[in-house]
């Protein structure tokens, strides 16, 4: 049991699974809204760039990233670009397909919250081009319950091979 909750881990590592999956599905099928959902108001999203090959930024206040939102109202800001189709870059929007694999819990749950990691990959088609890309990585969600149901408190995307060779955007990765 976890501190007074009825639900066992492995019930709490199924919730967590479960949103991770949807919130892949939610941007493979750019269900804008429903993917926005999944984020508390004061989320952090923030995918930090390598200092070297072997060091990865640690700070997104004081150190480049790829993308950083210390608030869903930045994510929403960007959605809301996305849609407007005034992004050049992201017309016609690329098709995306993500993969989630070794999700795992980084430390025991605890109870309102817990945190996991997972593989990704995300083949990314641009029709613009005709070119596809593969990229992929590993993230970290934070979740938190409020309501009855979990959100994404603060997601951190570390991307792999980060060799970029055209625009990347939030729902490439």
């Known amino acids: 049991m976890i501190r007074g909750s009825n639900l066992d881990a492995a019930a709490l590592f199924a919730a967590g699974r479960d949103l991770l999956e949807r919130e892949a599905i939610y ?8 993917w926005l959902a999944l984020f508390t108001a004061d989320c952090e999203y923030w995918m930090p760039t390598w200092r070297s090959d072997e060091i990865l930024a640690t700070s997104p206040e004081t150190e480049l990233s790829h993308f950083y939102y210390g608030r869903r109202a930045g994510l ?3 959605v809301l670009r996305v849609r407007s189709r005034r992004s050049p870059a992201s017309m016609p929007l690329p098709r ?3 993969v989630l694999g070794n999700i795992a819990f980084i430390e ?16 990314v088609f641009f029709p613009r081009s005709k070119e596809q890309h593969a990229f992929f990585g590993h993230a970290e969600h934070e979740l938190v319950s409020s309501d009855g149901r979990w959100l994404i408190a603060r997601k951190k995307i570390v991307l792999q091979n980060d060799y970029i060779p055209t625009m990347l955007d939030f729902y490439c990765v």
Not at 27 to 34: K, M, P, S, V, Y
């Open 27 to 34: 941007l493979d099928e750019q269900r804008w809204d429903e």
């Open 76 to 78: 929403e800001d960007r």
């Open 96 to 98: 995306t397909t993500h």
């Open 108 to 123: 025991p749950p605890a109870g309102d919250r817990m945190r996991l990691r997972s593989s990704w990959v995300s083949h």
